[in-house]
């Protein structure tokens, strides 16, 4: 595969990463404008993230059928519909429409990115090719607010999703230019039933979670929608061991090495996920900060993931995945207590520095995560596996948000009062407990775990078939 497709597929995952959180920002205006109340607008969010849930499983099956390359192209084109769509809407129930029309070019456009780069990449170049796709899910998230309060200040609300149209554009040339073509399979017939299952099942849990974390309806339509989505996971499990393709194959799960580092992953991702959901919110609620310079703390934090592509291909080969790892989340889990340290006369330029920290080790985690979970799956699996990996990037994002808004709320309920700084504080000391978690599946990985992709070869008195330290 040529140098470059790992970027023309990262500018895709980018443009997707960025837009899931870049109206965030630009709600108010976006509800002036379409005669509504932003606390309306969050079911915009969450359409979006519904959409993918339920479209993702499908996009192994349609890339088998119809070629990884088209049906990539194909994906970013539905996206930039659903972006003119939402630029064009004029109310609430336009609008929504409109941004499940996104989420479901988005929910095959990342699948397919991190598929196209697994299966036409050589196992031993796979870390560095994953480091240029693990960046848009760094950046994207971060970048995404700032972006979209400086458009909506300065331009208008419309231009956060009229931007998509260049660039989706420049990924469908570049696409066409430097992706390899895949030709087409014949794959076995749709799992209708495990379809609608898991549809059920991951739009149950990220729409009851969204709703929990993020109270547009009451609490108890949340939680009742994710008790129907865990039933229905709990069913799907029950059906694909009967069936013999199932839309999601769990028996993927048998592979070790994507078994326990996709546990670490999610663990991790969910910790990680609450960050771009708490920190500006303690620096414009609790310290006054401007929605500009809550942005340039959060901007330093994509500054490190960008920089950590400097140094981790030779940091895997040297010290192998699991030190790395293990190094990655203390650093993480340090950053969350280091921010729970945060008050306002904190000097800016620490928290800066606090973010970058975090932006290194969390883009060199996920680097070599994503190279790793794949290093043991073979190429016809690699489709289910992509898949399955998306669908639990949305869970665990989800997840993480509510998981720091049900902490907030939790700490507002015993305390009594409105949000202060020390509710964050505490917050953040409590998930920087919960990344702990993530150690323990590293932990039982075999030391030479991931060699093939990191080229590391176990130091003289290692065992490598033993897990554990």
């Known amino acids: 595969m040529s140098r470059i497709a790992p970027l023309v597929l990262a500018v895709a995952m980018f443009m997707e990463m960025m837009d899931a959180t870049v109206i965030s ?15 309306a607008l969050k079911l915009a969010m969450t359409a979006y993230l519904v959409a993918l849930a339920i479209f993702i499983p499908l996009s192994a099956w349609i890339a088998d059928r119809f070629g990884a390359r088209n049906v990539f192209r194909v994906a970013i084109v539905v996206f930039m519909v659903g972006s003119l ?19 479901i070019g988005g929910s095959v456009m990342v699948p397919l990115a991190r598929l196209i780069l697994v299966r036409g990449t050589p196992k031993h170049d796979l870390v560095n090719a994953m480091a240029w796709l693990a960046m848009p899910a760094l950046v994207g998230p971060l970048m995404g607010p700032p972006l979209g309060g400086f458009l909506t200040t300065y331009l208008t ?43 059920t099942a991951f739009s149950g849990i990220l729409f009851g979670l969204s709703v ?17 989505g865990a039933l229905s996971l709990v069913l799907y499990l029950r059906h694909a061991a009967r069936v013999e393709n199932p839309i999601l194959d769990p028996r993927i799960f048998r592979h070790e090495n994507f078994r326990l580092v996709s546990m670490s992953t999610f663990l991790f991702r969910v910790a990680m996920g609450t960050t771009p959901f708490l920190l500006p919110l303690m620096l414009q609620l609790g310290f006054g900060y401007t929605p500009f310079e809550a942005g340039q703390v ?14 981790v291909k030779p940091a895997f080969k040297r010290f192998g995945y699991r030190s790395i790892a293990f190094a990655a989340t203390a650093i993480s889990t340090g950053v969350f207590f280091m921010s729970s340290t945060f008050r306002a006369e904190t000097p800016m330029v620490m928290m800066m520095a606090t973010m970058l920290t975090a932006g290194l080790a969390r883009s060199t985690y996920f680097t070599g995560s994503n190279a790793v979970q794949f290093g043991d799956v073979d190429e016809d699996e690699a489709s289910q596996a992509s898949a399955i990996f998306a669908v639990m990037v949305q869970l665990g994002l989800a997840t993480g948000v509510a998981l720091a808004g049900g902490l907030l709320e939790l700490r507002t309920f015993v305390t009594g009062h409105e949000l202060v700084p020390d509710d964050f504080r ?3 000391r409590l998930v ?12 039982w990985l075999k030391h030479d775990a991931g060699s093939e992709v990191s080229g590391h070869q176990a130091r003289r008195g290692e065992n490598p078939a033993v897990g554990g330290s």
């Open 25 to 39: 920002t630009s709600l108010p205006a976006i509800a002036a404008d379409i005669g509504t109340e932003p606390i």
């Open 85 to 103: 769509a939402c630029a064009a809407s004029d109310s609430l129930g336009t609008f929504v429409v409109s941004r499940f029309l996104q989420g």
């Open 157 to 199: 609300w419309h231009w956060i999703f009229f931007i998509n149209i260049p660039i989706g554009i420049g990924g469908i040339i570049a696409a066409t230019l430097f992706l390899p073509d895949f030709p087409a399979q014949k794959p076995q017939p749709i799992d209708w039933t495990g379809f609608f299952l898991t549809a």
């Open 212 to 228: 929990i974390s993020l109270p547009v309806l009451p609490p108890i339509v949340g939680i009742s929608a994710v008790f129907v």
């Open 298 to 311: 959060m901007l330093f934090g994509a500054l490190g993931a960008i920089s950590a592509k400097l140094f």
């Open 426 to 428: 505490t917050t953040f």
């Open 432 to 443: 920087g407990l919960f990344s702990l978690l993530s150690f323990l599946p590293i932990f």
